[in-house]
């Protein structure tokens, strides 16, 4: 238990979402362990007497994601409603607890996984906590993080365009977006491919996804990573880390003679159909934050389909000349299993890639993920412009 | 009310009456239904033997039996097993929990004994006792073709010639494709003169609040349809359980030769794909299940579950698959769990160091349902038969209870949740799988004990209400007790959360502890055969599957007991069935 919540302590910093020093993460079996001292902990030893869990995670989060949590729970001061796909299908609403109170947070963990809460030192912390693994937490609180900054973003420009962004709006979104990173670097240079040996596609899949998540293009561990070789698949498993894919990278026949593959993807059928259907080879699924905020910058304000946007868009819609289709997480009647394959393989995209609503972008090549990581980095920065421009121009889509 | 009836029927088969029991909504409020309230009304009866006229057969649905929440259609048997010393206690699938909740039965408490077979058959709110010596001695497969020709909606569940001829894991066949199979409650049923249940209920379940029953019902539907084990291409949708099959090989955790190895060589002949490509399989599933994991051929016969096909494979050495799914449909027919059936087989043939043809399975599964020659020593289950033949260690069983097709060497939370399962050898009690293999909600080492005392705590209880709710496990792959708490709440107007059910599944999960001590069993009831600490697996492809550490053990189970409020010998304690609002009486 020692062992996992320093191992989560470290990698929240390491993700950019927590500052050194920060992070509280705490494991319980029979005993309570800690990764570090702290006046707050005897409050939050509290809340493993008034819930059943083994593991908690207590952090305010690092800028730009303070500046964001901070203005979205004095905007939304009991529950923020995010709407991109992992609050929708995961977190479902992200409660704000009005004190840094055991009581008070317990209240809202009882029915989420996170609370969003007043750190007696200033600014907001996230509380997030898990029955399982310290890893529960580390999850959760990336992901309260990409919420709020693809709500925080897509709200601005929205009013913005309405002409309804109020003072403390601006001043919260100038504080914030001084705070974002230069655009990302050019990729470095991957392995070449094609590959011919297990060992060399596992490798390659391994480096494009540790590259992804050291290039900020994807938050936690979601996303996915595969490689077609010969008559296998090899795709990273679910609920893998794209940063330590060593040893979670599913080999999938294209026949579907074994199910030992029944730990890969969620979206392992919407990469079978791309690679069965076209000469791809190579798939790269991010998360990068401006590509999601811009799939769901609709400037179709009177669509019947508005609310529904996720599963019935019903125009041809892209974003820098890359395709934008709905679909939920996974291979069900609503998933992007259906809509995402035949955006990726229509003829007239010369991309490669789509990007989901709410979700984020695949990237395809024929040959290894040194196009695919590319193109993720050019549509991320290409949206992240286009962004700017929009608002320039008074939120115009 | 809502959610609930109101009303438990009330059967007595001595005096051939019937009667009805109303109890308050908090009773239902603290145990919530399924298997929570069966345990509150088998507690006062806990240490009468399984075949007293007295001990009750509790039969019991929960508040979301015949709703729209998502997997609604279990339902709960329960009482005392002839197989093992603890609680007997089944979730079974089919139409059983919403045609019992459909006719306005929360539940039956069944007690006596008739003096000849005897049916009970419930239409609403009517029942009544029928004569039932013509049924002796058919499969129950010939037993839902009379019975259910005319009543093609009713639920039926019965007994088969196993039950009658006496052996301790007899199941009861539900719906043709379903049976409450583990712990012999098939015989515990025969034992009361009780041949069958046919219920048809033309009712409906009240809704408190229809529109949040439909946004819980969403925000499941759609992570179920996110997770790549329910709703994958190569998920228990697309191939039923046997999905599972090719996982556990691979992770070289595959009970084979009687636990003797953990990695089937011919496994990659027998997987799921095999069974799509020999028997072109369709789907079918509970009341009111989207999932529809159960696999039937085209003459209508069940395929295997995951568990029978591994155990009449690698677990008793057989190659050769029509066997295999002829000795699953066997014990469908006669009436007879699986598991317990390969599990005592298979100690069987590790004794005699005999090899099996398929025939040779058949035929001793037929002699053993039937009671003939070897087949009656195998009837009593691999624990009285490995004592029997002077060989005990080689039953591979927890508190009696045959083991399931999860070898512990391969994941140590498995290891530990099967050692101290309330009904013996179960998978399904925790269901660690979930997250040492399946990687939901995240990862776990699955060759570290660390941190496993409290995950099995929490999913023990987790499981309790989800069987008392009811809802199936395998949606749990995807969803949890955030999502059901809105459903429970939208059906029943009770206010609840997460944790609140995860509190009502603790007290459920201690009131079948206290039940199991107060038959005498303590912690060394939950153990592990010496196998498991002393013989490693086969490692082998970067995996290696080494003898459980027996010191690490003890340690894990000392931390579960001190988590789970047990004293130093894993009794229950006073203070925390205080804490639970359970009775206690020293």
Same mark, same amino acid.
């Given at each position: 238990?020692?062992?996992?919540?320093?191992?989560?302590?470290?990698?929240?910093?390491?993700?950019?979402?927590?500052?050194?020093?920060?992070?509280?993460?705490?494991?319980?079996?029979?005993?309570?362990?800690?990764?570090?001292?702290?006046?707050?902990?005897?409050?939050?030893?509290?809340?493993?007497?008034?819930?059943?869990?083994?593991?908690?995670?207590?952090?305010?989060?690092?800028?730009?994601?303070?500046?964001?949590?901070?203005?979205?729970?004095?905007?939304?001061?009991?529950?923020?409603?995010?709407?991109?796909?992992?609050?929708?299908?995961?977190?479902?609403?992200?409660?704000?607890?009005?004190?840094?109170?055991?009581?008070?947070?317990?209240?809202?963990?009882?029915?989420?996984?996170?609370?969003?809460?007043?750190?007696?030192?200033?600014?907001?912390?996230?509380?997030?906590?898990?029955?399982?693994?310290?890893?529960?937490?580390?999850?959760?609180?990336?992901?309260?993080?990409?919420?709020?900054?693809?709500?925080?973003?897509?709200?601005?420009?929205?009013?913005?365009?309405?002409?309804?962004?109020?003072?403390?709006?601006?001043?919260?979104?100038?504080?914030?977006?001084?705070?974002?990173?230069?655009?990302?670097?050019?990729?470095?240079?991957?392995?070449?491919?094609?590959?011919?040996?297990?060992?060399?596609?596992?490798?390659?899949?391994?480096?494009?996804?540790?590259?992804?998540?050291?290039?900020?293009?994807?938050?936690?561990?979601?996303?996915?990573?595969?490689?077609?070789?010969?008559?296998?698949?090899?795709?990273?498993?679910?609920?893998?880390?794209?940063?330590?894919?060593?040893?979670?990278?599913?080999?999938?026949?294209?026949?579907?003679?074994?199910?030992?593959?029944?730990?890969?993807?969620?979206?392992?059928?919407?990469?079978?159909?791309?690679?069965?259907?076209?000469?791809?080879?190579?798939?790269?699924?991010?998360?990068?934050?401006?590509?999601?905020?811009?799939?769901?910058?609709?400037?179709?304000?009177?669509?019947?389909?508005?609310?529904?946007?996720?599963?019935?868009?019903?125009?041809?819609?892209?974003?820098?000349?890359?395709?934008?289709?709905?679909?939920?997480?996974?291979?069900?009647?609503?998933?992007?299993?259906?809509?995402?394959?035949?955006?990726?393989?229509?003829?007239?995209?010369?991309?490669?890639?789509?990007?989901?609503?709410?979700?984020?972008?695949?990237?395809?090549?024929?040959?290894?993920?040194?196009?695919?990581?590319?193109?993720?980095?050019?549509?991320?920065?290409?949206?992240?412009?286009?962004?700017?421009?929009?608002?320039?121009?008074?939120?115009?889509? | 009310?809502?959610?609930?009836?109101?009303?438990?029927?009330?059967?007595?088969?001595?005096?051939?009456?019937?009667?009805?029991?109303?109890?308050?909504?908090?009773?239902?409020?603290?145990?919530?239904?399924?298997?929570?309230?069966?345990?509150?009304?088998?507690?006062?009866?806990?240490?009468?033997?399984?075949?007293?006229?007295?001990?009750?057969?509790?039969?019991?649905?929960?508040?979301?039996?015949?709703?729209?929440?998502?997997?609604?259609?279990?339902?709960?048997?329960?009482?005392?097993?002839?197989?093992?010393?603890?609680?007997?206690?089944?979730?079974?699938?089919?139409?059983?929990?919403?045609? !019992? *909740?459909? %006719?306005?039965? =929360?539940? $039956?408490?069944? #007690?006596?004994? +008739?003096?000849?077979?005897? &049916?009970?058959?419930?239409?609403?709110?009517?029942?009544?006792?029928?004569?039932?010596?013509?049924?002796?001695?058919?499969?129950?497969?010939?037993?839902?073709?009379?019975?259910?020709?005319?009543?093609?909606?009713?639920?039926?569940?019965?007994?088969?010639?196993?039950?009658?001829?006496?052996?301790?894991?007899?199941?009861?066949?539900?719906?043709?494709?379903?049976?409450?199979?583990?712990?012999?409650?098939?015989?515990?049923?025969?034992?009361?003169?009780?041949?069958?249940?046919?219920?048809?209920?033309?009712?409906?379940?009240?809704?408190?609040?229809?529109?949040? !029953? *439909?946004? %819980?019902?969403? =925000?499941? $539907?759609?992570? #179920?349809?996110? +997770?790549?084990?329910?709703? &994958?291409?190569?998920?228990?949708?697309?191939?039923?359980?046997?999905?599972?099959?090719?996982?556990?090989?691979?992770?070289?955790?595959?009970?084979?030769?009687?636990?003797?190895?953990?990695?089937?060589?011919?496994?990659?002949?027998?997987?799921?794909?095999?069974?799509?490509?020999?028997?072109?399989?369709?789907?079918?599933?509970?009341?009111?299940?989207?999932?529809?994991?159960?696999?039937?051929?085209?003459?209508?016969?069940?395929?295997?579950?995951?568990?029978?096909?591994?155990?009449?494979?690698?677990?008793?050495?057989?190659?050769?698959?029509?066997?295999?799914?002829?000795?699953?449909?066997?014990?469908?027919?006669?009436?007879?769990?699986?598991? +317990?059936?390969?599990?005592?087989?298979?100690?069987?043939?590790?004794?005699?160091?005999?090899?099996?043809?398929?025939?040779?399975?058949?035929?001793?599964?037929?002699?053993?349902?039937?009671?003939?020659?070897?087949?009656?020593?195998?009837?009593?289950?691999?624990?009285?038969?490995?004592?029997?033949?002077?060989?005990?260690?080689?039953?591979?069983?927890?508190?009696?209870?045959?083991?399931?097709?999860?070898?512990?060497?391969?994941?140590?939370?498995?290891?530990?949740?099967?050692?101290?399962?309330?009904?013996?050898?179960?998978?399904?009690?925790?269901?660690?799988?979930?997250?040492?293999?399946?990687?939901?909600?995240?990862?776990?080492?699955?060759?570290?004990?660390?941190?496993?005392?409290?995950?099995?705590?929490?999913?023990?209880?987790?499981?309790?209400?989800?069987?008392?709710?009811?809802?199936?496990?395998?949606?749990?792959?995807?969803?949890?007790?955030?999502?059901?708490?809105?459903?429970?709440?939208?059906?029943?107007?009770?206010?609840?959360?997460?944790?609140?059910?995860?509190?009502?599944?603790?007290?459920?999960?201690?009131?079948?502890?206290?039940?199991?001590?107060?038959?005498?069993?303590?912690?060394?009831?939950?153990?592990?055969?010496?196998?498991?600490?002393?013989?490693?697996?086969?490692?082998?492809?970067?995996?290696?599957?080494?003898?459980?550490?027996?010191?690490?053990?003890?340690?894990?189970?000392?931390?579960?007991?001190?988590?789970?409020?047990?004293?130093?010998?894993?009794?229950?304690?006073?203070?925390?069935?205080?804490?639970?609002?359970?009775?206690?009486?020293?």
């Amino acid at each position: 238990m020692e062992r996992l919540i320093n191992k989560y302590a470290a990698k929240l910093i390491r993700a950019g979402l927590c500052d050194p020093g920060e992070p509280l993460v705490a494991g319980l079996d029979d005993e309570l362990v800690w990764n570090r001292e702290d006046d707050i902990r005897p409050e939050l030893e509290r809340l493993f007497k008034l819930l059943s869990i083994n593991s908690l995670v207590c952090a305010r989060p690092a800028e730009p994601f303070q500046t964001i949590i901070n203005h979205l729970a004095d905007k939304h001061p009991t529950v923020i409603r995010p709407q991109d796909c992992e609050t929708r299908t995961f977190l479902h609403d992200l409660p704000v607890a009005p004190e840094f109170s055991a009581r008070a947070m317990a209240e809202a963990l009882r029915r989420r996984k996170s609370v969003i809460v007043p750190h007696p030192e200033g600014g907001r912390a996230v509380v997030a906590c898990g029955a399982v693994s310290p890893e529960q937490g580390f999850v959760f609180l990336s992901s309260v993080c990409f919420a709020g900054f693809v709500l925080f973003f897509s709200e601005h420009l929205d009013e913005t365009r309405k002409g309804l962004a109020k003072k403390d709006q601006v001043r919260a979104f100038e504080r914030a977006a001084g705070f974002l990173p230069e655009p990302v670097p050019a990729a470095p240079r991957l392995m070449s491919g094609p590959f011919l040996s297990e060992d060399e596609a596992l490798a390659a899949i391994a480096q494009a996804g540790r590259h992804t998540v050291d290039l900020g293009l994807v938050d936690s561990y979601f996303g996915n990573v595969s490689y077609r070789l010969g008559d296998l698949l090899y795709i990273s498993q679910t609920g893998s880390s794209l940063d330590e894919l060593e040893g979670c990278v599913d080999p999938c026949p294209m026949d579907d003679s074994s199910c030992a593959g029944l730990t890969a993807s969620s979206e392992l059928t919407a990469h079978m159909a791309i690679v069965r259907g076209s000469q791809a080879r190579a798939i790269l699924h991010g998360h990068p934050r401006f590509t999601v905020v811009l799939s769901m910058d609709c400037g179709l304000a009177d669509c019947p389909e508005r609310g529904q946007c996720h599963v019935r868009c019903p125009g041809r819609r892209s974003v820098c000349g890359v395709p934008v289709v709905p679909g939920e997480v996974g291979a069900g009647p609503l998933g992007l299993a259906r809509t995402l394959p035949p955006a990726i393989m229509a003829p007239d995209n010369e991309s490669g890639a789509a990007i989901v609503y709410g979700h984020g972008l695949f990237a395809t090549d024929h040959t290894d993920f040194n196009r695919t990581l590319e193109t993720m980095i050019e549509v991320e920065n290409a949206c992240r412009a286009e962004y700017f421009e929009r608002l320039a121009g008074g939120g115009g889509a | 009310m809502n959610g609930w009836t109101g009303s438990i029927l009330l059967v007595d088969l001595d005096r051939g009456e019937t009667g009805v029991l109303r109890p308050d909504r908090a009773l239902y409020a603290k145990f919530l239904g399924g298997r929570g309230l069966a345990g509150h009304f088998l507690r006062p009866k806990a240490t009468l033997a399984w075949d007293d006229p007295e001990t009750p057969l509790l039969v019991f649905t929960g508040p979301l039996n015949g709703t729209a929440s998502p997997t609604p259609g279990r339902a709960t048997i329960m009482s005392r097993s002839p197989l093992t010393p603890a609680t007997a206690c089944s979730s079974v699938g089919g139409r059983l929990g919403r045609e !019992l *909740k459909n %006719a306005g039965w =929360d539940g $039956l408490i069944i #007690t006596g004994k +008739s003096a000849r077979p005897v &049916g009970l058959e419930i239409r609403d709110r009517e029942a009544r006792l029928v004569d039932a010596s013509m049924l002796a001695g058919l499969t129950t497969g010939r037993i839902f073709d009379r019975l259910t020709a005319s009543e093609p909606k009713a639920s039926l569940a019965a007994t088969g010639p196993a039950a009658e001829n006496g052996v301790l894991f007899a199941s009861i066949a539900v719906d043709r494709h379903h049976a409450a199979g583990r712990s012999g409650l098939g015989l515990t049923m025969a034992a009361k003169g009780l041949k069958y249940l046919l219920i048809l209920g033309t009712g409906r379940t009240e809704v408190h609040d229809p529109a949040m !029953l *439909k946004q %819980a019902r969403q =925000d499941i $539907l759609r992570l #179920t349809a996110a +997770s790549p084990v329910l709703m &994958g291409g190569l998920g228990l949708s697309r191939y039923g359980t046997p999905a599972l099959y090719d996982l556990m090989h691979s992770r070289r955790m595959m009970p084979t030769d009687n636990f003797r190895h953990t990695r089937f060589e011919a496994a990659a002949r027998l997987n799921a794909h095999a069974l799509v490509q020999r028997f072109r399989p369709k789907a079918a599933g509970c009341a009111g299940c989207h999932i529809r994991c159960k696999r039937v051929d085209e003459s209508g016969r069940s395929l295997p579950e995951f568990e029978s096909l591994s155990h009449f494979t690698a677990l008793i050495g057989n190659d050769d698959l029509d066997a295999a799914v002829a000795a699953n449909e066997l014990c469908n027919e006669y009436g007879m769990d699986a598991i +317990s059936a390969g599990a005592t087989l298979a100690c069987l043939l590790e004794i005699t160091g005999e090899e099996v043809s398929g025939a040779r399975i058949l035929e001793l599964l037929r002699d053993t349902a039937l009671g003939r020659g070897l087949g009656a020593d195998l009837g009593r289950g691999s624990r009285r038969l490995a004592e029997y033949m002077g060989w005990p260690e080689k039953s591979m069983s927890v508190k009696g209870l045959e083991l399931p097709a999860y070898d512990p060497r391969g994941a140590y939370g498995m290891a530990l949740a099967l050692a101290v399962a309330t009904r013996g050898g179960c998978h399904l009690a925790a269901y660690p799988v979930s997250h040492e293999i399946l990687r939901k909600p995240v990862a776990t080492d699955r060759f570290s004990f660390s941190g496993k005392a409290r995950m099995i705590k929490i999913a023990e209880d987790m499981n309790a209400a989800v069987d008392s709710l009811p809802a199936c496990k395998f949606t749990f792959f995807a969803a949890g007790l955030e999502e059901y708490a809105k459903a429970y709440t939208a059906v029943t107007g009770e206010p609840s959360s997460a944790q609140d059910l995860l509190l009502a599944g603790e007290r459920v999960y201690y009131n079948e502890r206290i039940m199991n001590a107060l038959n005498g069993l303590t912690i060394k009831d939950d153990d592990l055969p010496v196998r498991f600490f002393e013989d490693d697996g086969d490692s082998g492809g970067g995996v290696s599957v080494k003898a459980l550490d027996r010191d690490e053990f003890l340690d894990a189970r000392e931390r579960y007991c001190r988590v789970r409020g047990l004293d130093e010998h894993g009794r229950p304690t006073g203070q925390t069935a205080q804490r639970l609002g359970l009775e206690w009486n020293d």
